[in-house]
């Protein structure tokens, strides 16, 4: 389920380095709970943070199994201090700095049976607006994935009733 995996997916986005900054911030959601209530939009071009969610549930099961949990979310990559247009170039890194981190971490470790980007025509959004907060509109990325997890051993499934 969900706790098992979600801090590894934030694990995987903190492999991300690129120009001007060597890691990104990629809070936890369940180990130390460190989700922030507000951003400093000043730091953001050295100390970019990737904040994640889940979007959509779904699962399948039977008797019979296997047990399958389906997950939709987004995770919104804040990156640059406000949005001038003059920053622009030095965002172009990021799209191929998100897709490689996903793509050589499609199971997280183990954790799950797929992890990857959806199957949409906005996998990436962005640069875009992203506003966190009270804190001025700032350049980011919206990033849609899945995951795929296999969740025999926490769904009983009952026949009869």
Do not use: C
């Not at 120009?19 to 809070?27: D, I, L």
């Not at 959509?56 to 399958?68: R, V």
């Not at 875009?128 to 997890?149: A, R």
């Amino acid at each position: 389920m969900i706790p098992a995996w979600i801090d590894a997916m934030q694990d995987v986005w903190r492999t991300i380095s690129g120009n001007g900054f060597q890691t990104v911030n990629a809070p936890y959601l369940i180990k130390h709970a460190d989700y922030p209530t507000a951003l400093d939009p000043a730091k953001l071009m050295t100390e970019p943070i990737a904040l994640s969610m889940i979007a959509e549930t779904k699962f399948q099961y039977s008797a019979g199994g296997p047990n399958i949990g389906f997950y939709q979310g987004v995770t919104e990559f804040h990156v640059a201090p406000n949005v001038e247009h003059g920053l622009l170039p030095s965002l172009m890194q990021w799209p191929g700095l998100i897709v490689v981190a996903a793509a050589t971490h499609l199971n997280l470790g183990g954790l799950v049976e797929h992890f990857a980007l959806q199957d949409r025509d906005d996998q990436i959004s962005g640069p875009m607006e992203l506003q966190y907060g009270d804190e001025n509109p700032h350049w980011g990325f919206i990033v849609y994935w899945e995951v795929k997890e296999n969740v025999n051993t926490a769904i009983t499934v009952a026949a009869g009733d």
